[in-house]
């Protein structure tokens, strides 16, 4: 959690991948929120309204401790494919 914080400090919007039920992830999301209003809780890249994104160029990303490697992977890709474009 300390990183999440320390991270979301230094970015302009971040992002919390996992279930939106679960309570830790709602927590590490609130958390994060407190420190960087532009803080979104999502489950997936397909989830995510790209204008959140226009005029930002830095971002994080953290994730609840149930949150596969695989979606955490495919939502970084996504974000740097959108990032470069």
């Not at 979301?8 to 919007?13: A, F, P």
């Amino acid at each position: 959690q300390e990183a999440a914080v320390k991270l979301c400090r230094q970015v302009d919007v971040m992002f919390v991948l996992g279930g939106l039920h679960s309570a830790n992830t709602r927590k590490l999301a609130e958390l994060c929120k407190k420190h960087n209003p532009q803080t979104f809780h999502l489950q997936n890249w397909q989830e995510l309204d790209k204008k959140v994104l226009l005029g930002k160029t830095t971002a994080g990303v953290t994730a609840g401790a149930s949150t596969p490697d695989a979606v955490i992977n495919a939502f970084v890709q996504n974000l740097q494919a959108f990032d470069s474009d």
